[in-house]
């Protein structure tokens, strides 16, 4: 299948620092990019979509302002977390969908962001 | 969205198939059904999707009923590996998948 990688796997920040994730998908153009967040012990909620060379969807609820979403090529997008607070703290996830018909999305493994 | 239903948990034995239920009577007639799972602290992985016909690749079978209101998926021959969160998701291939609760399969020795 297709490979999505993420990095940092891992970060930790202070609060009121900026923290940038990258999700890269590495052997397909993915039009669509998509993120989410898990907080332990839940299901992942989806965040944001992003299509490629345009703005950011953001799911109700989520700050556009607070997390930055770039799309700037096929194969990355990135998430920033702006004036990170612990509340931030949780897995933050990346999918790719592919240009197929039917596009299944192939997920990135994660991010832990803990911010202290 | 359409609403999915699943069992939170099932053990299965090693070597024996896991038949993983979902209820999803509210699915629209353009909605795919999306099976993945997550195995603790990593990203979901895609299993299989199906529209109305059955569906099987390396990894499972897809089951989706006549009336396309509930599907199941079959593991054929569980290993401990498979021990996962599993979820069922209705949805069209370019959107933001709803995740719900799930069901925790755990595959006993």
């Known amino acids: 299948g297709a490979v999505v990688s993420q990095h940092p796997s891992w970060v930790i920040c202070k609060s009121g620092t900026s923290v940038k994730i990258e999700c890269r998908s590495l052997d397909f153009q993915a039009t669509t990019m998509f993120w989410y967040r898990q907080f332990p012990k839940q299901s992942l909620m989806l965040m944001a979509t992003s299509n490629e060379g345009s703005k950011a969807t953001y799911e109700q609820g989520v700050e556009k302002d607070k997390f930055l979403i770039n799309h700037a090529s096929l194969t990355l997008s990135t998430l920033t977390v702006t004036s990170a607070h612990p509340e931030d703290s949780s897995f933050y996830i990346c999918s790719a969908a592919g240009q197929g018909a039917i596009p299944e999305q192939y997920f990135g493994p994660g991010t832990r962001l803990t911010v202290t | 969205d359409a609403k999915t239903t699943q069992p939170p948990s099932m053990d299965c034995a090693e070597g024996r198939a896991a038949n993983l239920p979902c209820n999803h009577s509210?699915?629209?007639?353009?909605?795919?059904v999306y099976w993945y799972r997550q195995i603790h602290s990593q990203g979901p992985q895609y299993i299989i999707h199906?529209?109305?016909n059955n569906e099987t690749n390396e990894m499972a079978s897809l089951i989706i009923t006549e009336d396309r209101k509930s599907s199941t998926l079959i593991l054929p021959h569980a290993t401990l590996r498979d021990t996962a969160v599993y979820y069922c998701?209705?949805?069209?291939?370019?959107?933001?998948?709803?995740f719900g609760k799930g069901t925790h399969l755990i595959i006993q020795p």
């Open positions: 509210t699915i629209s007639g353009n909605e795919y």
């Open positions: 998701i209705p949805g069209g291939g370019a959107d933001g998948l709803t």
């Open positions: 199906g529209l109305k």
